[in-house]
T-cell receptor, first 112, second 112 residues
């Protein structure tokens, strides 16, 4: 199984809502990532978990809160987002930090 | 400061001909380079990678060339097929850092 799954595919939320994005992989990868991608821009790294510990936070605002409950799951908790946070949120995993990443299909987030 | 750049936002090529996509980087610490292909509403798909100890890596129709002195890499697709039409991102990493920096992308259109 070389798949990274993400749910939901689409999410519309108001600025006062709390929601969560979910990512799952069953490849035994020890590193998992969250990226944000705006239209016509490259994916931008947000967070990296290595061996279930947060190893990189790219100065992401605290309204985004990552969580890694186990080695297969990665969540991104959203609270009090702004309209400019609307984007495609991509999850990825890799075996280590020394090889290619496998990406999920993304969650298209719209903040009203 | 964009550490990885793809200066051609778009490229059109006839089916059967060679597609050459270029990527430049500025950080001399980068030692691992990857190419991804992305269709709309999907996550990036890994195509091919190259380590800085090599100057060429080949996988089927795809070949990546690395010129370390020029801090330049290129992806050659031969022969190009209509199904290759997508956005191509190069990415660079200092191995073991878990930080992959993506280029701005090149939209390839292969004309039948």
């Amino acid at each position: 199984d070389t798949e990274v799954t993400q749910t939901p595919k689409h999410l519309v939320m108001g600025m006062t809502n709390k929601k969560s994005l979910k990512c799952e992989q069953h490849m035994g990868h020890r590193a998992m990532y969250w990226y944000k991608q705006k239209a016509k821009k490259p994916p931008e790294l947000m967070f990296v978990y290595s061996y279930e510990k947060l190893s990189i936070n790219e100065s992401v605002p605290s309204r985004f809160s990552p969580e890694c409950p186990n080695s297969s799951l990665l969540n991104l908790h959203l609270h009090a987002l702004q309209p400019e946070d609307s984007a495609l949120y991509l999850c990825a995993s890799s075996n280590t930090g020394l090889d290619e990443q496998f990406f999920g299909p993304g969650t298209r987030l719209t903040v009203l | 400061d964009q550490q990885v750049k793809q200066n051609s936002p778009s490229l059109s090529v006839q089916e059967g001909r060679i597609s050459i996509l270029n990527c430049d980087y500025t950080n001399s610490m980068f030692d691992y380079f990857l190419w991804y292909k992305k269709y709309p509403a999907e996550g990036p798909t890994f195509l091919i990678s190259i380590s800085s100890i090599k100057d060429k890596n080949e996988d089927g129709r795809f070949t990546v060339f690395l010129n370390k002195s020029a801090k330049h890499l290129s992806l050659h697709i031969v022969p190009s097929q209509p199904g290759d039409s997508a956005v191509y991102f190069c990415a660079a990493s200092a191995r073991g850092t878990y930080k992959y920096i993506f280029g701005t992308g090149t939209r390839l259109k292969v004309l039948a």
